[in-house]
């Protein structure tokens, strides 16, 4: 038999396992240093009132006869995929619930929708970017066309007469660079995917970042969305629910390839390879929804972009140039003295024991870069941006 030979295209470890690894064998060989972790954005606040309330309450429910629950609906509980359309209408964004699917987060989902398109089709990703996106076409074998994000185009590639593929992947605001897309960008690519018949896919992952109310949260408050883009959100970095597990994905009816609605092939794939998310998540996923629960979420991310703002104000008085950290929990430095990316990564390992993810793992753009994430505890944020800024 034959395995999957496009394993073998892969690099060895997916990114943050690789950081990980280093870090640990760093913490062995150096049991007592201190060392403060800004690299994979994982939250450290814990989950809001409101959803852990939810979640007790729906815990009690499952140990009931009369209110227990087996399998749960096919795309999600309609509880929840109406709080979510509620969501969406208050931007102005009108879905039925039909088009809602629920998940367990926004990496499952990017890469299994790939199972509705053809091998043959291109991806075009932007570089640098989300490991997930490259990772998961390289398995399909499919072919991947970069777009360049770079300080000229201000990390927010956009389509030309030259642009050329099938699926593009946009993720705003982004991750790693933190830049945001306006409205007059998106719109750009909305009106490339419909003029050629590409498929967007969408990932919103940070929309609860943005601060500014006329850049878009949804690629669907742009007009032609709903022909062309798949939206993929997940509560990980909006409510905490990295270890929970709570996402949402929204096909729109109207959009429609090789004469097939993508919603129907979605759900069709969904019902055969996804039995859903607990209950107990949904229910917690509900109450992020509420007034209530949109407050406390509300603070957490206060209290996370505080933290980026702490991030940015110390790289600022250090002369080290960066962007990101406003719409985002992520900051974007340009490595001081034209270090490159692993080696800036091993100096703050070594000398401040403070952890960064490394740009050139974004992609060959991010090379002379380092991220940092703005998702610590207040305190250690600001004793990690001491340390590098004495570094300097
Ligand atoms: C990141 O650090 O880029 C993210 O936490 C990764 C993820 O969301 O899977």
């Given at each position: 038999m034959r395995i999957n030979e496009n394993y073998g295209n892969l690099k060895e470890n997916y990114l943050f396992s690789d950081i990980a690894r280093k870090v640990n064998e760093y913490k062995a060989s150096h049991p007592d240093a201190d060392v403060i972790r800004l690299g994979i954005g994982d939250v450290t606040l814990p989950l809001c009132k409101s959803v852990v309330d939810a979640m007790v309450?729906?815990?009690?429910?499952?140990?009931?006869?009369?209110?227990?629950?087996?399998?749960g609906d096919e795309q999600g509980y309609s509880f929840l995929q109406e709080a979510i359309a509620d969501y969406y209408k208050k931007r102005g964004v009108a879905l039925d619930i039909s088009e809602i699917f629920i998940s367990d987060g926004a990496k499952s989902d990017l890469g299994n929708m790939l199972d509705l398109f053809s091998t043959d089709n291109t991806a075009l990703i932007p570089d640098p970017v989300y490991p997930v996106y490259v990772d998961t076409n390289i398995l399909a074998g499919r072919k991947i066309a970069f777009l360049n994000a770079n300080e000229e185009n201000g990390f927010l590639p956009l389509p030309d007469e030259n642009t050329k593929g099938d699926i593009v992947y946009i993720c705003s605001p982004n991750n790693p660079t933190g830049a945001v897309y306006d409205r007059e960008g998106l719109k750009k690519w909305v009106d490339w995917a419909n003029a050629c018949g590409a498929v967007i896919l969408f990932d919103a992952a940070y929309e609860a970042f943005i601060s500014d109310d006329s850049l878009p949260h949804s690629i669907y408050e742009i007009e032609g969305a709903r022909t062309c883009a798949v939206e993929v959100c997940s509560l990980s970095k909006t409510a905490g629910f990295t270890g929970t597990r709570c996402g949402y994905t929204v096909v729109p009816e109207a959009l429609i390839r090789g004469g097939k609605p993508?919603?129907?092939?979605?759900?069709?794939?969904?019902?055969?390879?996804?039995?859903?998310?607990?209950?107990?998540?949904?229910?917690?996923?509900?109450?992020?929804?509420?007034?209530?629960?949109?407050?406390?979420?509300?603070?957490?991310i206060a209290y996370y972009k505080e933290n980026a703002r702490i991030i940015a104000d110390a790289l600022g008085r250090a002369g080290i140039a960066f962007s990101g950290g406003v719409h985002s929990p992520y900051i974007w430095l340009k490595c001081p003295g034209g270090m490159t990316s692993w080696e800036y990564f091993d100096l703050l390992l070594n000398k401040a024991n403070v952890v960064g993810t490394p740009g050139a793992g974004f992609g060959k753009n991010g090379e002379g870069y380092l991220r940092l994430t703005a998702f610590g505890d207040r305190g250690r944020i600001k004793e990690a941006v001491e340390r590098i800024i004495k570094l300097k």
């Open positions: 309450k729906a815990t009690l429910e499952m140990g009931k006869k009369e209110t227990f629950r087996g399998y993508l919603r129907k092939m979605w759900l069709r794939r969904q019902t055969t390879k996804f039995n859903g998310v607990p209950y107990i998540v949904q229910r917690g996923a509900e109450a992020v929804f509420t007034d209530a629960g949109q407050r406390e979420i509300k603070e957490n």
